[in-house]
């Protein structure tokens, strides 16, 4: 998903997937207008490669997420 480097020359790759739903409120007729939301999880892995391209640390993490819209947000 997404490349950066380090000052050192390394790279970081980062990768995210989101599964979402969508809440109640947007459902509901005209309301889900000014007011709607979904709710899931997001996990994430970053991956630190040295110059060589050999794999030198790893992070996996999850977190929950909220996502709103509508006219009233």
Sequence with gaps: MKTSFTDNGSEI???EFSNMSADAIS???????FARSASGTKKELVVLYDK????????????NVT???GLAN
């Design 13 to 15: 790759w980062t990768y």
């Design 27 to 33: 459902y509901v007729p005209i309301v889900n207008l």
């Design 52 to 63: 060589s391209d050999v794999v030198q640390r790893f992070t996996m993490s999850e977190s």
């Design 67 to 69: 996502v709103k819209g």
